[in-house]
């Protein structure tokens, strides 16, 4: 960080050189002095030195303290535990608490049922700093009087040299705040019966309750502008006041019928049940000026106020079974189904069906492998298929929308804001797996993956034809492949007392393709938002961006070139606006991704060294 003399001489030095072409008389020490110095020498500027540094980012502290208790019986058992955080931030101002408990109880009724309860709950309240753009204060611009009180705006209008208009330190003493406080709490009860030794039935529900608050009060006399020093007071009867509040609920409740049979040399279980789920997100943000100083309550301000909300509602239903069998632990076949809803989805689509199953084959348990389990102690054939869904996109993207707020004449209305897509359904993907698991004298293990991955009616948001009166929607457009392979290798090279050895070396490969867009033509679709380009025989995330060649050797303006109906380069402009303007792809996703770790340890000391590898792909950062 530089003080005062060192950074006089560098804005000298920027002064001189940005006024080295101008006609004399105007690069002269007079325009320095009036125009930047304030008419103040170079002795008279470095007098004041002052450490914002330490001001600002001051020497911080955290602390930690818990408390646990854990006790029981054969009926019953208990777990009790306490928590409190503390930590300062590096900048002043900024500091961080949490307050966290739990409280497991467990507890047996005969010899048939069984309750457990877990109960979370936590309280955090963070404090945000109230400046930014620390890095344009000025070491030669004291945020102190000569008799020690804080410099307010008219001082500062008169005596401040650098660009920052803000004396920071006054924002603490006038009582700004921008905090935030959080709460969540978390329990969950488990009811479980043993109807046989065989076959068990469980209830489980989850509740997750989350609460935010967020609020931000200025001063009236805090900065209009925090650059301009001549935009003087927010006033005294207008002061800031922004809050907003959010509460999120999460339901989860599971009951499932599950069975363990043993036959010979069969082994036979599974599960089946559903589950239900309810997100529900609400919240509210408002905010005004017109106060009185000191006065942070929302129905005392005067200005026209700003408020905004809103609601979210998501439902999900599932039915779900899955069995498991091996014979001799060394066959293994494994089945699943299940019917998954989802209120996002239009009345008619809201369900979709998806299955698994895999087989796994334990080599090295056969006999023919006994001479050889010193050097292969374990081999492992996998081989899996199975669809998946996924509901991933905003929420009501199905139905038609419309927000409210359009006012019109102090009367209330709405807009529509989205058009309806009532064939919206669930997007599937067909994985198939072929897996090989080896491991080598004990102390190394191996793994190959290879997979085929198609995800069928892909969820997109697309442009719309200009008619329906929106740009975007959400639909099914199409197909895309993801194929590829993964492989790692692990172990412990080294396992002695005193000295250890572990690594780990991976490697991976995916080729990613779109392999159809329903109803999108041979252009595919140009997502202007992202700067991407879907089109079949594409990567799913290839941009499209303009040509650019470079600046001109000659104007030095920027280049790019140009094309013709066919897409055939036919020259370059400097117009950026050109209509024939050249645009270019490239795969922004990474085909190959690797790493290696090493893990060294000696009598205590330890060293880790680990490295990551992407490649085959195009990034403009």
């Not at 072409?21 to 008279?44: C, F, H, K, V």
């Not at 101002?93 to 309750?115: A, P, R, T, Y």
């Not at 000026?289 to 200005?303: D, E, F, K, Q």
């Not at 669809?387 to 929420?395: C, E, I, R, V």
Request: proline share 3%; glycine share 10%; aromatic share 14%.
């Amino acid at each position: 960080l530089m003080n005062s003399e060192q950074l006089y001489d560098y804005h000298r030095e920027a002064f001189n050189n940005d006024n080295i072409y101008l006609p004399l008389p105007t690069n002269t020490e007079a325009l320095w002095m009036s125009s930047i110095m304030r008419g103040r020498t170079r002795d008279q500027v470095i007098a004041t030195d002052f450490n914002w540094l330490d001001v600002l980012y001051p020497k911080g502290a955290s602390q930690k303290h818990g408390f646990s208790y854990s006790g029981g019986s054969e009926k019953s058992t208990q777990y009790i535990s306490f928590n409190y955080n503390k930590i300062d931030g590096t900048m002043r101002g900024n500091d961080e608490e949490q307050i966290s408990g739990q409280m497991n109880l467990s507890f047996k009724f005969g010899s048939k049922w069984k309750l457990d309860t877990r109960t979370f709950a936590t309280f955090r309240k963070t404090n945000f700093p109230l400046f930014g753009e620390n890095v344009r204060v000025a070491p030669f611009d004291s945020p102190y009087n000569t008799d020690g009180t804080l410099k307010y705006l008219p001082e500062i209008q008169l005596d401040w040299i650098g660009t920052k208009a803000t004396n920071m330190l006054i924002y603490e003493k006038i009582g700004n705040v921008n905090n935030e406080k959080e709460m969540t709490l978390l329990p969950q009860v488990t009811l479980s019966y043993e109807i046989s030794p065989n076959f068990k039935l469980s209830s489980s529900t989850q509740y997750r309750y989350n609460s935010g608050l967020t609020k931000e009060y200025r001063d009236g006399r805090s900065w209009a502008d925090d650059q301009d020093p001549f935009a003087g007071y927010l006033g005294i009867t207008n002061a800031y006041l922004g809050r907003t509040q959010s509460t999120g609920q999460n339901l989860l409740n599971n009951e499932i019928l599950s069975f363990d049979q043993y036959f010979g040399r069969s082994t036979f279980n599974g599960q089946i049940g559903f589950e239900y789920q309810s997100q529900i997100s609400d919240g509210f943000s408002a905010s005004n000026t017109g106060l009185v100083n000191g006065i942070s309550v929302l129905n005392a301000t005067s200005g026209i106020p700003i408020v905004k909300g809103g609601l979210s509602e998501i439902y999900r239903l599932s039915y779900f079974s899955q069995f498991n069998y091996s014979f001799d632990n060394k066959y293994f076949l494994t089945g699943s189904y299940r019917r998954d809803g989802s209120s996002k989805f239009g009345s008619a689509n809201r369900y979709g069906n998806f299955y698994s199953g895999s087989a796994g084959w334990l080599v090295s348990g056969e006999k023919f492998m006994k001479n050889m389990l010193k050097t292969i102690s374990n081999l492992k054939l996998r081989v899996s298929h199975g669809a998946t869904g996924n509901d991933n996109f905003s929420n009501y993207s199905a139905v038609e929308t419309f927000s409210l707020g359009a006012n019109y004449n102090f009367q209330a209305g709405a807009s529509p804001t989205q058009y309806a897509n009532p064939n919206l359904t669930w997007e599937k993907a067909l994985t198939t797996n072929f897996g090989i698991d080896l491991s080598l004298w004990k102390k190394i293990d191996l793994t190959f993956d290879l997979y085929n991955t198609k995800n069928k009616d892909i969820l997109y948001q697309v442009p719309l034809d200009p008619s329906t009166g929106f740009d975007l929607g959400w639909k099914n457009i199409g197909s895309v492949q993801n194929k590829g392979f993964e492989f790692s290798v692990s172990g412990n090279i080294i396992n002695k007392k005193n000295f250890k050895w572990y690594t780990n070396l991976s490697l991976a490969y995916n080729h990613n393709e779109v392999l159809a867009l329903t109803g999108q033509g041979e252009k595919g679709i140009i997502d202007a938002r992202f700067n991407k380009i879907l089109k079949v025989g594409y990567n799913l995330n290839t941009s499209y961006i303009f040509d650019y060649v470079g600046a001109d050797p000659q104007t030095g303006l920027a280049t790019w070139n140009t094309a013709d109906s066919t897409g055939k380069i036919n020259g370059t402009t400097t117009w950026q606006a050109n209509p024939n303007i050249a645009y270019k792809t490239k795969n922004l996703a990474p085909r190959v991704t690797g790493g290696f770790n090493n893990k060294i340890s000696y009598k205590g000391l330890s060293l880790e060294v680990m490295v990551s590898y992407v490649g085959d792909y195009y990034t403009d950062d």
